[in-house]
């Protein structure tokens, strides 16, 4: 066994934060597309697929347990030996509809019962995942390192979403297209992902350290455990009480409220045929344009944004994000509107969009840190990311009724409608924030 001391960070932090992505862009993303072109509807599509954000909503609840019971490592390897036995299951159980039935856009959600099991599986799996996760780079580096190699873990989480919405899709694409069998080639994809996530837990079972700091809490007994529980309680008691908190809350559950809508309309959007109003795409082109090229803005997006608001703050950023984050969504008023037949049109506007929302996306996160600061900063920082998944299940579980009842150019002029919602909270929030934060 390679020597705990001697692990080098860049032989576990590049991976493990890969490895963090794919579960999550798997049952939140490539199981839309999927779905989608299975022949599910939209509205039964996009209320079971946000469900499955629900481990991501309430995760802090069981956060306080991956500390009392084993070591950070021991639930790594364990949630990630746990999903790549749910993948090869995913693999097993996919269904085979007939293309009649895909064709016909009516395949009963009821078809697919065991997946959406294995994916809740493989959703609670990744959030528990997650937790240890980042408990672990902070007990395993030093600050000196944990500053080095945080560039490094959200790059490595950034290629994660481009390997997840982008490669996968398009290897799913091509298949279809070589072999003519929709549910065989999303069978071939989730063995592919099987293999490569199965590799990867492989590699952390010898190459993740173990670091003399990676203890259970539980080694004092049963009085430890009351303590636990009772340092657990006042953790959210404290964050309810802080000042603004309900504020804060409303900002947090609406300023994302027309990504929330969007994001579960955009894969069904790009492939469907220009008769229902979508873009006829195939599912490899839209690995290109937004799992790819979409990505990659967003992350330009990102970055900029958390330049930006280095230099002038939160307070003064806040406006900007705000309008950066709801006005590229006329993107896809454009795309229905027009229904351009041009991949580079199609792109530009995919990559306005994606780059407005990475831009405005800083604004949301900055808050929840300028929110979290105090007192138990880690555990009310992981709260208020349990409201923003709850900001995006919520909304997003209508999102496909709505589309089908308003048809896609009216699902997203109502998008624009939400917009008005991000910039009111905005309005409100930003008279709390103080104008040195970001700055120092």
């Not at 069981?62 to 990630?80: G, H, L, N």
């Not at 899709?169 to 989730?190: C, F, N």
């Not at 590699?203 to 636990?228: C, N, Q, T, Y």
């Not at 799992?291 to 280095?310: E, R």
């Amino acid at each position: 066994m390679t020597n705990k001391k001697n692990i080098s960070p860049w032989a576990w932090v590049p991976t493990l934060y890969f490895a963090e992505g794919i579960p999550y862009f798997l049952v939140n993303s490539i199981s839309v597309m999927m779905f989608t072109k299975m022949g599910v509807p939209n509205g039964e599509m996009a209320l079971f697929t946000s469900l499955l954000y629900l481990p991501w909503t309430i995760k802090p609840f069981w956060s306080p347990f991956v500390d009392m019971f084993k070591t950070k490592r021991w639930w790594i390897i364990a949630m990630q030996v746990l999903m790549t036995a749910a993948f090869v299951l995913l693999t097993i159980t996919i269904p085979h509809p007939s293309p009649e039935m895909i064709a016909s856009g009516q395949t009963p959600i009821s078809l697919f019962t065991v997946m959406l099991f294995l994916f809740i599986l493989v959703a609670f799996a990744s959030a528990t995942h997650d937790i240890a996760a980042d408990g672990f780079y902070m007990l395993a580096l030093n600050t000196h390192h944990q500053a080095a190699f945080v560039g490094i873990r959200s790059t490595f989480y950034r290629l994660s979403s481009i390997f997840g919405q982008g490669v996968l899709l398009v290897i799913a694409g091509v298949l279809e297209t070589k072999m003519g069998d929709i549910p065989l080639s999303w069978q071939l994809t989730l063995l592919i992902t099987s293999v490569i996530f199965g590799l990867i837990t492989l590699w952390h079972v010898f190459f993740i350290p173990k670091p003399d700091s990676d203890k259970s809490s539980m080694g004092e007994g049963e009085r430890s455990a009351e303590a636990v529980f009772a340092e657990f309680g006042r953790t959210f008691a404290t964050y309810f009480k802080k000042p603004g908190i309900w504020l804060a809350l409303v900002f947090m559950l609406v300023y994302r409220l027309p990504e929330a809508f969007l994001i579960k309309m955009i894969n069904p959007f790009l492939v469907a045929s220009r008769e229902l109003g979508g873009l006829a795409l195939s599912v490899e082109q839209v690995g290109i344009v937004y799992g790819t090229i979409g990505i990659l803005f967003l992350t330009i997006g990102g970055i900029l944004g958390g330049i930006f608001a280095s230099r002038v703050g939160l307070k003064k950023s806040m406006w900007v994000m705000a309008v950066f984050m709801t006005l590229p969504c006329l993107s896809f008023v454009y795309l229905s509107v027009f229904q351009p037949t041009s991949l580079v049109w199609i792109s530009v506007a995919l990559a306005i969009e994606q780059f407005g929302y990475g831009f405005g996306f800083t604004a949301y996160m900055l808050f929840m840190m300028y929110f979290s600061e105090g007192e138990f900063k880690t555990a009310h920082y992981a709260i208020c990311t349990a409201f923003m998944a709850l900001s995006m299940m919520i909304p997003g579980m209508f999102a496909g009724y709505l589309q089908e009842w308003m048809g896609y150019e009216g699902f997203f002029w109502m998008v624009i409608a939400c917009c008005s919602a991000t910039l009111a909270v905005t309005v409100f929030a930003y008279r709390k924030i103080d104008a040195e934060y970001g700055l120092k």
